[in-house]
Antibody
Framework: EVQLVQSGAEVKKPGESLKISCQGS????????IDWVRQMPGKGLEWMGT????????RYSPSFQGQVTMSADKSVSTAYLQWSSLKASDTAIYYC????????????WGQGTLVTVSS | DIQMTQSPSSLSASVGDRVTITCRAS??????LGWYQQKPGKAPKRLIY???SLQSGVPSRFSGSGSGTEFTLTISSLQPEDFATYYC?????????FGGGTKVEIK
């Protein structure tokens, strides 16, 4: 069974750095794009960008370009989302998912990682 | 960026009602659209892909239609487990964009 398992909830202070993870299993992780989605408290879904683990090619939404960094480690089938200096407005649930453009039975999401940024 | 305008933003309906949600794209996206359902505290779940194809395991009361710029999600007979928030998502062009969501509530 295809699975995406995300790292646990984080509580951070403004200005701190953070890296959250998304580990895939039971499919060819390296050759499937991974998408990241933000959901701020009580708000809708926002597509942040996507990464191709085989060569770390990335596509960022302009809204998130320069605000976060996506990376991947093929050896452990894991994608990462990273902040160098968190803001209170980064408080949200972050989901990874296998690329939304894939058709058929493709509907695989991580369970979400809650990031809380508060002084 | 392609803007996805979803309407209504919320609706109240009764069990058994027929419900229709619409997404309009700011430019043509062929049929590169999916519909997602999200319940509180859960990750979204895809109901429809390629605008009108039913995701495996999704009840047949859900259907999608449209192409180009106008898309519709229809629930033919609303069930108690269908009260949730629904989103469309276009994947025709980067950046992918979600609609604003439609919250379906119990009347």
């Amino acid at each position: 069974e295809v699975q995406l398992v995300q790292s646990g909830a984080e509580v951070k202070k403004p200005g701190e750095s953070l890296k959250i993870s998304c580990q895939g299993s039971e499919y060819s992780f390296n050759t499937n794009w991974i998408d990241w989605v933000r959901q701020m408290p009580g708000k809708g879904l926002e597509w942040m960008g996507t990464i191709y683990p085989a060569d770390s090619d990335t596509r960022y939404s302009p809204s998130f370009q320069g605000q976060v960094t996506m990376s991947a480690d093929k050896s452990v089938s894991t994608a990462y989302l990273q902040w160098s200096s968190l803001k209170a407005s980064d408080t949200a649930i972050y989901y990874c998912a296998r690329h939304f453009a894939y058709g058929g039975d493709n509907d695989y999401w991580g369970q979400g990682t809650l990031v809380t940024v508060s002084s | 960026d392609i803007q996805m305008t979803q309407s209504p933003s919320s609706l109240s309906a009764s069990v058994g009602d027929r419900v229709t949600i619409t997404c309009r794209a700011s430019q043509g996206i062929r049929n590169d659209l999916g519909w997602y359902q999200q319940k509180p505290g859960k990750a979204p779940k895809r109901l429809i892909y390629a605008a009108s194809s039913l995701q495996s395991g999704v009840p047949s009361r859900f259907s999608g239609s449209g192409s180009g710029t106008e898309f519709t999600l229809t629930i033919s007979s609303l069930q108690p487990e269908d009260f949730a928030t629904y989103y469309c998502l276009q994947h025709n062009n980067y950046p992918l964009t979600f609609g604003g969501g439609t919250k379906v509530e119990i009347k």
